[in-house]
């Protein structure tokens, strides 16, 4: 079984507090010295008082434990895409 589970603490942009990212299942293969991930979950984001569950694909690298993501959060209802690009740390 090839997955794992991929957590971002306290993940925000813009002026959205979007809390924890968890990812269950998050596919992953190793080659090279490089980690390649990808996954989907969804999150819940507060749109003028209404809570909305968008979905939500994370793909990325792991290598020498900096981790390169990109996060791309569907906004059902307002027809927008936010693409967030993500540099940190892996903490094992």
Do not use: H
Not at 53 to 70: E, F, R, Y
Request: hydrophobic share 35%; net charge positive; charged share 5%.
């Amino acid at each position: 079984n090839n997955t794992i589970t991929l957590s971002i603490a306290n993940f925000s942009f813009s002026s959205m507090n979007l809390g924890n990212f968890l990812i269950k299942g998050c596919n992953c293969t190793y080659a090279n010295g490089v980690y390649s991930l990808n996954g989907t979950t969804s999150v819940s984001v507060n749109l003028a008082g209404v809570s909305v569950a968008c979905p939500t694909q994370i793909t990325g690298t792991i290598t020498n434990d900096k981790a390169i993501l990109s996060i791309t959060i569907t906004v059902p209802g307002l027809n927008q895409t936010v693409i967030v690009n993500y540099t940190g740390s892996k903490n094992a």
